[in-house]
């Protein structure tokens, strides 16, 4: 399971009505191979399920993870930052053994 912050829903209630996505469209939390760790994280929006989607929900935000991603994401924590150092969303993921310095890539 992923669970989020305040400050990550927050953020996520405002994209989403920027946006004007409706309440078909949820979370789609992933992992590609790529960036200075080895993984990288990627989140969008989406409203089509996937056959192998694994689905959460966690204060009111519907999130989507593929089996694959849900391995490397179990027990992860998505937060977000709008302090002086950095504005962006942030994975406190338990299962990275190392992540790169920008937060954005990670290994297991």
Do not use: H
Request: include cysteine; aromatic fraction near 12%.
């Amino acid at each position: 399971m992923i669970t989020i912050t305040e400050k990550a829903k927050a953020r996520i209630d405002d994209l989403i009505k920027e946006s004007s996505y409706d309440e078909s469209y949820f979370l789609r939390v992933s992992v590609q191979s790529g960036g200075c760790s080895g993984l990288s994280y990627n989140m969008d929006f989406d409203n089509t399920a996937k056959s192998d989607d694994q689905f959460f929900e966690d204060k009111g935000i519907k999130i989507a993870l593929d089996m694959k991603s849900f391995l490397y994401l179990a027990g992860t924590e998505l937060d977000f930052t709008d302090g002086l150092n950095g504005k962006g969303f942030s994975f406190n993921n338990p299962n990275a053994t190392r992540t790169c310095g920008c937060g954005e890539s990670f290994s297991v």
